[in-house]
């Protein structure tokens, strides 16, 4: 069984690439095409990143669960990045997916909606997924 990695969508953005069958969002408010790959994360680095990157949106989101083997095996590679920042940030390395995401279920193996409580994103639980280290 594959681990897993994942991204954070904007709720309605995730919801309409529904119609086009793959996503394409990078990260908010940025397209795969103007970064160059759609930003992922491993579960110990989920907390930072709704923190740090989306702690000012008050638009509902969601986590979305990505197969790596699946993603790879549609041939989407996954190029995993030194993260930049301060050494205090969980997990040196970070999955970057180098194209759109098909919306294939045996690829995307969940989608966990989220909200935010007294003005934090809750990290949900992870525990029914794989989840491993960053690789390095």
Known sequence: ???HIFHIALADDWEGAAR???YEASTRAHTLDQIGF????????LEHVLATVYGDVNLPLAVIVIDQDA???AGVDIRWDEMAGP???PGRWVPRIMGAVPLDP?????TI???KHGGEWPVPDLSGYRVGEAAS
């Open 113 to 115: 909606p989220l909200e």
């Open 71 to 73: 993603l790879r095996d």
């Open 1 to 3: 069984m594959s681990e």
């Open 87 to 89: 050494s205090s940030a």
């Open 106 to 110: 045996d690829i995307v193996v969940a």
């Open 20 to 22: 086009f069958g793959e």
């Open 38 to 45: 759609i930003h992922a994360a491993t579960a110990e680095q």
